[in-house]
Nanobody, 117 residues
Framework: QVQLVESGGGLVQPGGSLRLSCLAS????????MGWFRQVPGKERELVAA???????DYGDSVKGRFTISRDNARNTVYLQMNSLKPADTAVYYC???????????WGQGTQVTVSS
């Protein structure tokens, strides 16, 4: 069993920045594709960014050029650097891990990001 714990959410003004972190338990982090999703009430959870075990990345259209996903396998951590934040980015952000080649999928508990003046 893998546990994912997010941190770094909070309140930020429009145009500001935040960095989210997701710490994974266990010893197989390097074998996982990791992702960040977000959800607002009444809407489906949507992909924000993803990074596979080889470091290839993918982004949702609404965050391209503003958000950057990265990983540190030595620290079992994936990051989401969010710049030029907009009120539309307000959501609960969830960390996701999928051990590649398996059906093992894990979710964190979520962290709230609020962009407001």
């Amino acid at each position: 069993q893998v546990q994912l714990v997010e941190s770094g959410g909070g309140l930020v003004q429009p145009g500001g920045s935040l960095r989210l972190s997701c710490l994974a338990s266990g010893s197989m982090f390097s074998q996982f594709a990791m992702g960040w999703f977000r959800q607002v009430p009444g809407k489906e959870r949507e992909l924000v960014a993803a990074i596979n075990s080889g470091g290839s990345t993918d982004y949702g259209d609404s965050v391209k050029g503003r958000f950057t996903i990265s990983r540190d396998n030595a620290r079992n951590t994936v990051y989401l650097q969010m710049n030029s934040l907009k009120p539309a980015d307000t959501a609960v952000y969830y960390c996701n891990g999928n051990r590649e080649g398996t059906r093992q999928i894990y979710w964190g508990q979520g962290t709230q990001v609020t962009v407001s003046s």
